[in-house]
């Protein structure tokens, strides 16, 4: 079995189980619950269940690639600058003392991002980008750049809401897109993913974007549906991930 067969394969699985991850929501968060077994704390978690997407797609793409001076390699710096901030910097930032998730929550998290770290490993690594679309890749990088700050602005909105001896209350969020979502964190790694996908024009970022939307999408209206149900003056117009749409 080939490796565009396997990703296939995947992509499939993803699509089966949207339907799943739409009616069962993630136990973790503010959707946290102990039904899930042993928990572990949300920072530890957070760092381990990301950390083989920072290091597997990298270390695969140097152990096969002859030569580092290629569009592959400004690529593999895009994923290395989202997942060092995913990973390293994020989790140092949040303020969750004392908060848990369930451990089988991080290990989920992590055979996905090993199985999605050795396939866009992989085809970043055997994908030729000398006659690349210089419009796709324009647009590409637009979209990915522009994912990856609102993905962090919106972020850091969150994390401001909280003080130190607070890290439990939840307020209703403002100022930039959380006008328009209830979730724009979400909104800017679909955009990044879309835009990565744009750009490298392969199999393996495609199988990333949609993971992306089956993972995030469902949350967004988890968030969105308890932002509801907590708050009732939560602005009606808002929607869950992306403006005017869903």
């Known amino acids: 079995m080939n490796t565009i067969t396997i990703t296939i394969i995947w992509m499939i699985i993803g699509l089966i189980l949207f339907p799943v991850i739409l009616k069962y929501k993630a136990p973790y968060g503010r959707h946290s619950t102990k039904k899930w077994g042993k ?10 269940m990301e ?57 989920s998290a992590i ?10 490993g992989y085809f970043l690594s055997v994908t030729s980008y000398e006659n690349i679309n210089l419009i796709l890749f324009s647009f590409g990088i637009l ?11 919106s972020d850091n909105l969150l994390i401001s809401l909280r003080t130190k001896n607070e890290t439990n209350k939840y307020v209703i969020p403002k100022g930039g897109l959380f006008e328009y979502v209830s979730c724009p964190n979400f909104f800017g790694e679909l955009i990044e993913w879309f835009g990565f996908a744009l750009m490298t024009m392969n199999i393996g970022s495609l199988s990333f974007f949609i993971w992306t939307f089956i993972n995030l999408v469902p949350r967004a209206l988890s968030h969105h549906k308890w932002y509801h149900h907590k708050f009732s003056d939560y602005p009606k117009e808002r929607k869950a991930i992306i403006p005017k749409i869903i």
């Open 39 to 48: 928990t572990i704390s949300n920072k530890t978690g957070w760092i381990i």
């Open 51 to 107: 950390l083989p997407a920072l290091l597997i797609c990298p270390i695969f793409y140097l152990v096969n690639t002859t030569n580092l001076f290629t569009l592959n390699s400004v690529f593999i710096l895009l994923w290395i600058t989202h997942y060092f901030n995913r990973t390293v910097l994020y989790p140092l930032k949040i303020k969750t003392k004392g908060k848990k998730m369930p451990l089988a929550i991080a290990l």
């Open 111 to 120: 055979f996905f991002n090993i199985i999605n770290g050795f396939i866009n």
């Open 143 to 153: 979209f990915f750049i522009s994912g990856l700050i609102i993905n962090i602005k």
